[in-house]
């Protein structure tokens, strides 16, 4: 089964899905992981990326508190910079977002404003899949993150662990869609489970250990996906059992699954990258409740997980970074909501971050159709932290070449 | 526009070749024998498959026979509804919307007597990837109506007819597309996509495809695409070597006429209906068949229903099934005729929500298909359809009675039935006598050995253990 394994593999030049490839076949093949760049990067260093779902209004994340044009485009929405949360004198926090400010003023948030990039696009849709794919011009199956693991382990090399990479939501998000390396989409602990007809279980158990390779050679890729499948669950409960959160996570979903993300960093899970989202920040009407609970929630969780992971002593080895598909429209419409629009800021935080702010606020004067204009292309943030912080030749996954920013 | 080179390395996903070397006589029509077996392939792979009763209908019809029944069906079709109906398509409730819609068709796959004609229609889909995702409900049915009705005829008119369609005109933006400001969206896609594939034209190709497909607007109220002259540029084009003043018809003859077009076809229809990654020869062979038959589908499709490779070893269950195909499939086999109205999501789960392909790009398919997350969807979905007995609306027809009349409660020949029935017996002796096991052993759960007690449920137990081995995920 090896030997034509391999076959396949070196004859055929094509993936043979390097997430369930055999342990006994790895050792043979004497496989090893590519190095990283630098020798400085730490190999435990784990990346969290955090979807703002929705398109996520920026100006009344990051406030202009002392722009009067501001306030002029916002005079019912606008934050009142008696209660903003100052950065500087010009810029400061949705007061929903106090948790965050006191991580920020412990230097573990950058702030990178004026995110985007050229020929902006509005549907929820396209916008989403240009973020997670890293790929304006043209459209792309793979995320960005899904080729990092390919290009990580290629086709002859298994990830350390099954979950290396971990969807916390059921279904796989783009950015994490890969070719080989298999990427489990986990939306709750209890849930992600074989479920079988009452006393089914242990036959199927066996149906699938004992699965030969077959004539097809998709069939011994189903068998070895088929016992990821069985057995994940399983393994996934167990290897979590050692890690005991040291911090009160809050009750909502989004805390929840920071929650189980610090498990699977810190226990024998091993994930280095997880995807988790929240939302919906698609605020066309009355925004400022919906936002700011949010904006609040948002906060409050990304407290709770660093001051678990740094009981832990591991919070130095964890970079989350947000994104949203699209901010908002400058101006406030009638129903005291924004529409969609373009740039935006976003947040990278904890690690080795070097907290403040980078890139100045988006001109309210100098816009583009009512839009604010970018001046950070966001594909210089993903090779960022590819390259500072995973270690990988950002040219390696991002079409063409960006500059990247001193934040980590 | 920039060179993008990283495309290329990743997609598309390409798959596995079946091991072996291709038939001296590929496309020439099968004479051999025509089993079960060889019925049921054929009517899983130009269908959704069927219960034990359709597989032997066919069988008896043999393969010319089974073949022109599905290519030319003889009677009426169920009177299905030619939309959804109004209160689902303008609700404002937009999740209402999309899951109604994608009912609407999954029924028909499920119910239809002209299985070959969903199936291209399925296909056509996947080919002309449009998402619900951006286009309104309404506009999506009209097109998946498009692809039923013109799916099995002449590629140039569908072609023709896929670039004026409403919904195609607002998910590439060719409504926008005018002579003061062309828009290429929809022209890189025909060239790239739908009809040449990559390297086989230029940008300037690109560019003046844009111009000739020029004015043709959309009317948001009469959601009807019209033709504007005045928003048309008329000048001269150079495309694809040809110059005069194109328009769109114009542009559609020039790109069938090419063999490139002929071979990307015959590819795109190898990989769906055959095997991944069809021998250059193979594609050939077809794309000769394709163009000396004038572009014809159907035509196209009974040269390949009927060949040696179609039925030959490398081509059986060579494939693994899309979503789609896996849970049709599974309710048809279980003589269900009502879909289950949590089968959009479960599909989704599944990694194939029917209207909303990931991109223009359309679903990979091939190993693809296959993760853990998509797997444990199919599983899970399988194990918690067989646990639903009747009077249940949404359970399966496994009939526990029926199999029990037929063989007692005599634990081998129960699992002979059901393999048989399920897998045309494309089982080891081993995965038998597991499932013998099953049904015979006291477990750990403490539940009775096969009788007469719990024959009802351990038959549905056997029935998902089948149904989830994973020979049943290849077509």
């Given amino acids: 089964m090896t030997n034509r394994r391999s076959f396949l593999a070196s004859s055929l030049g094509i993936a043979v899905l390097g997430g369930s490839m055999p342990l006994a076949l790895m050792r043979a093949a004497g496989a090893q992981p590519l190095p990283a760049l630098g020798a400085s990067i730490d190999p435990r260093n784990v990346l969290v990326v955090i979807q703002m779902n929705g398109g996520n209004d920026g100006l009344n994340t990051v406030v202009p508190y002392s722009d009067d044009a501001y306030h002029r485009v916002r005079p019912v929405i606008g934050v009142a910079p008696n209660t903003v949360l100052k950065l500087d004198d010009r810029i400061g926090l949705n007061p929903a977002l106090a948790s965050l400010m006191e991580l920020y003023k412990e230097g573990r948030v950058a702030l990178v404003q004026g995110v985007g990039y050229p020929n902006p696009n509005r549907s929820h849709f396209e916008a989403t899949q240009i973020w997670e794919t890293a790929s304006p011009e043209r459209p792309q199956q793979s995320g960005w993150l899904g080729r990092y693991l390919d290009r990580t382990y290629p086709a002859n090399v298994k990830p350390p662990s099954m979950f290396e990479a971990v969807a916390l939501g059921d279904t796989l998000p783009t950015a994490l869609v890969a070719q080989h390396v298999d990427v489990p989409a986990i939306g709750s602990l209890g849930g992600y489970a074989y479920n079988t007809i009452k006393d089914a279980k242990t036959s199927a158990g066996a149906l699938y250990d004992g699965a030969g390779p077959g004539e097809s050679p998709y069939l011994e890729m189903i068998a070895d996906t088929a016992r990821n499948a069985y057995h994940g669950g399983d393994a996934l409960r167990a290897k979590i059992a050692d890690y005991t959160p040291k911090a009160a996570y809050p009750n909502d979903a989004f805390s929840q699954q920071l929650k189980l993300a610090a498990q699977l960093i810190g226990s024998d899970a091993g994930t280095r990258i997880v995807f988790v989202s929240i939302g919906s920040f698609d605020t066309h009407a009355n925004q400022r409740a919906v936002q700011d609970r949010l904006l609040k929630m948002m906060g409050d969780g990304l407290k709770a997980f660093y001051a678990d992971l740094a009981a832990h002593q591991i919070d130095k080895n964890v970079l989350a970074m947000t994104f949203s598909e699209f901010g908002r429209r400058v101006t406030q419409n009638a129903s005291n909501g924004t529409d969609h629009g373009t740039a935006m800021p976003l947040f990278v935080i904890g690690g080795a971050v070097k907290g403040g702010i980078y890139g100045d606020h988006p001109s309210l004067t100098d816009l583009d159709n009512g839009d604010l204009k970018f001046h950070t292309d966001f594909r210089a943030v993903y090779a960022t932290v590819l390259k500072n912080w995973l270690g990988h030749d950002p040219a390696d996954v991002l079409a063409g070449s960006f500059q990247t920013l001193p934040l980590v | 526009m920039r060179d993008i080179k990283l495309d290329t390395s990743t997609d598309p996903q390409v798959g596995f070749r079946p091991p072996g070397s291709l038939d001296p006589e ?450």
């Fill in chain 2, 26 to 475: 590929p496309l020439a029509p099968y004479s051999g024998r025509f089993t079960v077996r060889h019925a049921a392939h054929l009517l899983r792979r130009a269908g959704f498959g069927g219960a034990q009763a359709d597989v032997a209908r066919a069988q008896s019809l043999g393969m010319p026979g089974a073949v022109d029944a599905l290519l030319h069906p003889e009677g009426d079709d169920f009177d299905f509804p030619a939309y959804p109906a109004n209160d689902v398509l303008y609700t404002m409730n937009g999740g209402m919307a999309r899951s109604g819609t994608q009912l609407w068709w999954l029924d028909r796959m499920l119910r239809t007597k002209r299985p070959l004609t969903e199936k291209m229609t399925l296909f056509w889909h996947g080919h002309f990837a449009t998402s619900i995702d951006k286009v309104p409900a309404a506009l999506m049915a009209e097109q998946i109506n498009l692809f039923r009705a013109q799916g099995m005829g002449n590629f140039r008119t569908l072609l023709a007819s896929v670039s004026v369609d409403p919904a195609m005109s607002v998910w590439l933006d060719n409504r926008y597309n005018t002579k003061a400001h062309p828009n290429e969206n929809y022209a890189r896609e025909v060239m790239e996509l739908f009809a040449l594939g990559l390297g086989n034209y230029t940008e300037d190709d690109v560019k003046n495809a844009a111009r000739a497909f020029t004015g043709w607007t959309y009317n948001n109220k009469t959601q009807q695409v019209v033709f504007n002259p005045k928003l048309h540029d008329d000048d001269t084009k150079t495309f694809l070597g040809h110059t005069g003043p194109f328009g769109l018809q114009d542009v559609v003859a020039i790109i069938v006429s090419r063999p490139v077009h002929q071979r990307f076809i015959a590819r795109a229809l190898l990989e769906y209906f055959v095997y991944s990654d069809p021998e250059p020869e193979l594609i050939e062979g077809l794309a000769q068949t394709y163009a000396l038959s004038g572009y014809d589908i159907a035509k196209t499709m009974g040269t390949i229903l009927r060949s040696n490779v179609f039925y030959s070893t490398r081509a059986y269950r060579a494939i693994p099934k899309s979503p789609i195909e896996f849970a049709i499939g599974l309710l048809r086999y279980a003589g269900t005729t009502h879909v289950p109205a949590n089968l959009p999501y479960a599909l989704r789960r599944m990694g194939q929500e029917p209207l909303a392909p990931p991109s223009v790009k359309g679903w990979d398919g091939g190993p693809a298909w296959i993760n853990t997350n998509t797997l444990l969807a199919r599983f899970n979905y399988v194990n918690a359809l067989a646990a639903q007995a009747p009077p249940k609306a949404d359970a399966p027809n496994i009939q526990p009675d029926a199999i029990v009349a037929q063989t007692g409660f005599d634990a081998p020949r129960v699992v002979e039935a059901i393999v048989s029935a399920a897998l045309q017996d494309d089982v080891t002796r081993d995965v038998r006598e597991t499932i013998v096991g099953y049904l015979t052993q006291s477990d750990a759960v403490g539940s009775a050995p096969f009788g007469r007690e719990n024959y009802q449920q351990k038959i549905r137990g056997a029935v998902a253990l089948t149904l989830n081995l994973p020979v049943n995920q290849l077509n």
